[in-house]
């Protein structure tokens, strides 16, 4: 059901999942129109069902995406089809502020054409254990489904995930020790990383995990970033250094029942409440491994540079907004949402990265330079401090997230 846990906690959450399900009503899905690139919702998780299915009070939720398929070389091709025309009629090449005008023109012209693409992302709300899980690897993908959660659910009480230990002090121990947390046994996929200026890594796949060898990478300064785990012979799994759960697999809980339900819907509910009921499990001992959740009155510091400790607390990366700005489109102004959102932006001293279609727009507080979204590294996408998302002439949100430091939220919070 599940591959990949992105955690949350949702203290004092106390919806049923009818309720839950009319909040959502409000942002469900709607197929893009001729127009627009992208569109995203809440759809059923099952075929005709509600927006909301719920099994034992475990939530399960549905974001859906539609996208149009608009490659960049199709609108070059043919812009530079349209320029060769306008040149051959007027005399002269046309100059760069006009091809831009005929590229978005072409891009206009193509989208009712482009081909729709649909994906989804699952998230499951444990009412009872006040977990919120998200179902991708993918931070950027994370934040969709929050940002859609925080404009359904007034008050949504979300946090992040918190624990004592940071994952690679916690990691890199058991490593060294060549013992896992009571529960857990460690499997034989792992990635190692200098954190000196070298970054010198080492990966190990389907490897045993040989002690002396383990020592010696720890010795020489590296740390572990990504291990591979079993929960009590039910569930492997991959953790990594922002508290990421990976490429989960059920071992043998979900065959148990197999051949005792009786149609699709029964296996569905049955798979579910196993799933959830042993993932939940799972969690919250993994949450004491590393020391238990830690006390959210006051800030937790940034994880250090050099050897692991042992005893760092660490904000778990999340997206949960400390604010949310929203800029509304303006009539007549397709980019007016995006220009009004920039110079917001730049009055209180943040920096911003290029828009594209295919993710958000990075944000950190200060002077500096930052790449497209999809040329950002994973770590980089994680520790930045804000992102910016929108449509050509539609709403353009600023997300500020948890992680962010004091001079940042205070920044995002000044007086408009």
């Known amino acids: 059901m599940f591959k990949n846990l992105q955690m949350y906690r949702l203290s004092g959450f106390k919806m049923t999942a009818d309720e839950l399900s009319a909040a959502l009503k409000s942002n469900e899905f709607t197929p893009a129109s001729s127009v627009e690139l992208m569109r995203q919702g809440w759809d059923s998780p099952r075929p005709n069902g509600p927006l909301v299915h719920a099994v034992n009070g475990q939530y399960l939720l549905k974001l859906k995406t539609e996208k149009r398929l608009l490659p960049s070389s199709v609108i070059n091709q043919v812009a530079k089809e349209r320029a060769a025309e306008l040149e051959e009629a007027q005399g002269f090449a046309p100059g760069k502020k006009a091809m831009k005008e005929i590229k978005e023109r072409v891009a206009d012209d193509l989208l009712p054409q482009a081909f729709r693409i649909n994906t989804a992302i699952l998230a499951w709300i444990d009412s009872i254990s006040g977990w919120l899980m998200i179902d991708t690897a993918s931070p950027s993908k994370a934040d969709d489904v929050v940002k859609y959660l925080l404009k359904s659910v007034d008050r949504l009480p979300l946090e992040s995930l918190r624990v004592m230990r940071s994952p690679v002090a916690a990691m890199t121990e058991w490593l060294q020790e060549d013992e896992a947390p009571a529960g857990f046994t460690i499997d034989q996929d792992a990635t190692l990383r200098a954190t000196g200026e070298s970054k010198a890594q080492v990966q190990y796949k389907r490897h045993t995990l040989y002690a002396g060898e383990m020592k010696q990478h720890i010795a020489d300064g590296k740390q572990c970033k990504r291990l591979a785990m079993t929960w009590i012979d039910k569930i492997s799994f991959q953790l990594d250094e922002s508290l990421t759960i990976k ?142 998302s929108g449509k050509r002439g539609g709403t353009v949100l600023i997300t500020l997230r948890a992680h962010a430091p004091a001079e940042a939220v205070a920044a995002f919070n000044q007086a408009d």
């Open 247 to 388: 490429t989960i697999k059920m071992l043998d809980v979900l065959k148990e029942t197999e051949a005792s339900t009786k149609n699709d819907d029964e296996r569905f509910d049955s798979d579910m409440a196993l799933f959830t009921g042993e993932l939940a499990k799972m969690a919250a001992d993994l949450v004491d491994a590393l020391g238990g959740e830690a006390v959210t009155d006051a800030p937790a510091p940034s994880a250090p540079e050099g050897p692991a400790k042992g005893d760092e607390p660490v904000r778990k990366q999340s997206v949960v907004g400390v604010s949310i700005k929203e800029f509304q489109p303006i009539p007549g102004n397709d980019f007016g949402a995006q220009y009004a959102a920039a110079n917001w932006l730049s009055e209180r001293g943040f920096s911003y990265g290029p828009s594209s279609v295919d993710g958000p727009q990075a944000i950190w507080h200060g002077d500096c330079s930052i790449s497209k979204w999809r040329n950002l590294s994973a770590d980089e996408q994680c520790d930045a401090h804000a992102i910016m």
